[in-house]
């Protein structure tokens, strides 16, 4: 069973940055596309950002012009930097690691991220 630790959560304010990181362990990390979403409260689950095995990226639309999603293999560490922030941009943000061809798949216990001045 994998383990996905979120952190970088916090309290920011408009306009501000903050970075996330989700450090799995128990998988072969190179090998799982790894995603964030987010749940604000009364709202539905949604994708933000993904990061293929292969490094390829895609987002959600109104948000790739101001986050950007990385990984680093070596330390089993995807992030995700998050620029301009709006109040709208308050959620928990999850991590999720995929593996189709094995049907796994994880998450992370979520940081919460609070935009506010």
């Known amino acids: 069973q994998a383990i996905l630790v979120e952190s970088g959560g916090g309290l920011v304010q408009p306009g501000g940055s903050l970075r996330l990181s989700c450090s799995a362990s128990r998988i072969f990390f190179s090998i799982y596309a790894m995603a964030w979403y987010r749940q604000a409260p009364g709202k539905q689950r949604e994708l933000v950002a993904a990061?293929?095995?292969?490094?390829?990226?895609n987002y959600a639309d109104s948000l790739k012009d101001r986050f950007t999603i990385s990984r680093d293999n070596a330390k089993n560490t995807v992030y995700l930097q998050m620029n301009s922030l709006k109040p709208e941009d308050t959620a928990v943000y999850y991590c999720n690691a995929e593996r189709v061809l094995t049907h796994s798949n994880y998450w992370g216990q979520g940081t919460q991220v609070t935009v506010s001045s």
């Open positions: 990061i293929t095995s292969g490094g390829g990226t």
